[in-house]
Structures are given as structure tokens and as C-alpha cells.
């Protein structure tokens, strides 16, 4: 029975990790600006032809959440995508995939600096982790970060991560007493303008042929699909058990890479991209806080 259930949010996975293909393929034939608004419109209409009555007959419930949920918002779908899609011009697919691995770990870190306790795997998970990131991202000789850093592209997927781990970290911190799918179509709404005004800041570009495919992905599957499949493995099996399977999502996005878009795979890709699974597992698994007396003390 568990493993029927985990089909739905393996599925999800595999979804979000060809997003990430996605937004390196937008890159060469729709401007960051357009694929980022068109796709949350989408999304945002979709939604609301579904939810849009009851989100509606709930407004004064949901009104005094609405600061809430434009931050929320803000963090997981404008600045986590758009810095992808910005990303995505300078770095490979195989890169991004490794990189989004380290949401898991970064939401720990965050949560840590917002006052909950440190634990023996955050500690050595975000070392082992650290170094495994930077491994990959010098190609296997940490030391030439320090004369040539990283590239712009890494950097931005690094910080699209760590905006997001911040959408994980708070979203688990607000209680928001209505559905979720309720909650997604507010958060949707509220950042259509802000999405718009950047769209219009890089002059209106236009909807391309070969972007139109693209946009229809991120905004049904990526956005809609995908979501949908997760919540329901999260209901079915439990968060915890749904939240390993996130792990696949690095793995999956780099054979997709491979085999889609003929990016090459290397030693320090293996690696690096390994050292950093393991400590975001060691963050998720070893939960014993810091400092803790044993029972025997």
C-alpha cells in the first residue's frame, strides 16, 4: 500500500526535476521576464477557475492573511523562480539540480537562526555539505574559489535555494487555517503584480513560439500537477516520509540533463553532487540536538 502511494509524489519529483531542464532550455528562447509572469497567470487562472467561488465565499477568513501569504509568495514563486530562469543562462541544468539539494539543509539553517535548536546532523551536515558544493562548483579544486569564485549562475541558483528554504521555513511557522489549495491561489494572485511590473521593467518581451511549450509546463504540471501529486503523497504516507523522497530530486534532474540536453556528466558532478546528499541526509536523520546530555549523564 505505502509504495502505491509513493508512485504519486515520485511522479512530482520527476515533474519539478524537468522544470529545472525547463528553465535551462527558456533560457535561449524567452526572456526570464516573460516566462516568469506568464507562467504564474497561467497557473493563477487556472486555479481560480477551480477555487476561485470558494477562495471567494472565505475572503473575510483569508483577508487578514493575505500579508502572509504575499510573502510567501514573493519567496517561493517570484524570487525563487525568477533568479532560476536568470540562472539558468549561466549555469548548466546539472548544476542547478545539485544546487536545489541543499533547500532541505538550508531550511534547517534558517530555522536554527529564527531560535530552534541546533542538532548533531545540521552541524555536520552543513560541513559536509559545504564542502561537497564546493567541490562541485570548482570542479574538484576548492582552492580556485578563492582566486576565481563562482560563477554568476551559481550564485543565483544558491540564493533562489535559500529564498525558498526560507518559503519552507515559514510556511511551516504560519498556521493558515483554510485549504491549501486555497492558500495557493492567494499566494498566486498577490504576486501577478510584482511579476507584471518586472515584466514590464524588461520592455514587454514578447511570448516566442518555442517558449510557449515551456510556459505551458511550468504552469500546469510544474505548478499545478505536480503540487496536487505531493500534497497527496504528503497526506498518504506523512510529511517525514514524503520529505526523503525530495531527495531524489537532484538525481533525477541531472539524468534528465544527461539524457535531454546532452549536458556531460564528470567526476567532480559525482562527487561533489554525493558529499552534498549526504549531509543534507545527515540534517534530516541525525536529530539529536546539540549538546544534549546522553541518559546516562
Same mark, same amino acid.
Given at each position: 500500500m505505502q509504495l502505491k502511494h509513493t508512485i504519486f509524489p515520485v511522479i512530482a519529483v520527476l515533474i519539478w526535476s524537468a522544470n529545472t531542464v525547463v528553465s535551462k532550455l527558456a533560457a535561449n528562447v524567452i526572456d526570464p521576464a516573460a516566462i516568469s509572469f506568464y507562467r504564474w497567470l497561467l497557473a493563477g487562472i487556472v486555479l481560480a477557475l477551480f477555487c476561485g467561488k470558494q477562495v471567494w465565499r472565505q475572503r473575510r477568513q483569508i483577508l487578514p492573511y493575505v500579508p502572509k501569504l504575499f510573502v510567501l509568495g514573493m519567496l517561493g514563486m517570484v524570487m525563487y523562480q525568477c533568479l532560476a530562469y536568470i540562472a539558468a543562462q549561466t549555469t548548466t541544468a546539472t548544476n542547478m539540480g545539485i544546487i536545489v539539494s541543499l533547500m532541505p539543509l538550508l531550511a534547517v539553517g534558517l530555522s536554527v537562526l529564527l531560535g530552534e535548536a541546533a542538532t548533531v546532523g545540521s552541524v555536520l551536515g552543513g560541513v559536509l555539505s559545504l564542502f561537497g558544493l564546493a567541490y562541485l562548483l570548482s570542479q574538484g579544486d576548492p582552492a580556485a574559489l578563492l582566486s576565481h569564485g563562482v560563477t554568476i549562475g551559481d550564485g543565483l541558483m544558491l540564493l533562489a535555494s535559500l529564498s525558498y528554504a526560507g518559503y519552507s521555513v515559514l510556511l511551516k511557522r504560519w498556521t493558515l487555517p483554510f485549504n491549501k489549495w486555497h492558500a495557493l491561489t492567494v499566494q498566486i494572485w498577490t504576486v501577478i503584480p510584482p511579476l507584471f511590473i518586472y515584466y514590464? @521593467?524588461? @520592455?514587454?518581451?514578447? $511570448? &516566442?513560439?518555442?517558449?510557449?511549450?515551456?510556459?505551458? =509546463?511550468?504552469?500546469?504540471?510544474?505548478? +499545478?500537477?505536480?503540487?496536487?501529486?505531493? $500534497? =497527496?503523497?504528503?497526506?498518504?504516507?506523512?510529511?517525514?516520509? &514524503?520529505? $526523503?523522497? $525530495?531527495?531524489?530530486?537532484?538525481? @533525477? &534532474?541531472?539524468? +534528465?540533463?544527461?539524457?535531454f540536453l546532452g549536458e556531460s556528466l564528470h567526476g567532480y558532478h559525482l562527487i561533489g553532487g554525493g558529499i552534498t546528499l549526504l549531509g543534507v541526509a545527515l540534517a534530516q536523520y541525525l536529530k539529536r540536538p546539540l549538546g544534549r546530555r546522553t541518559a546516562a549523564a
Open positions: 514590464l @521593467s524588461q @520592455s514587454a518581451p514578447p $511570448m &516566442t513560439a518555442a517558449g510557449l511549450p515551456l510556459v505551458l =509546463y511550468a504552469g500546469i504540471p510544474a505548478s +499545478i500537477f505536480a503540487p496536487f501529486l505531493w $500534497m =497527496y503523497g504528503v497526506g498518504k504516507l506523512g510529511p517525514s516520509r &514524503t520529505a $526523503m523522497l $525530495m531527495n531524489l530530486l537532484p538525481v @533525477s &534532474t541531472v539524468l +534528465i540533463a544527461v539524457l
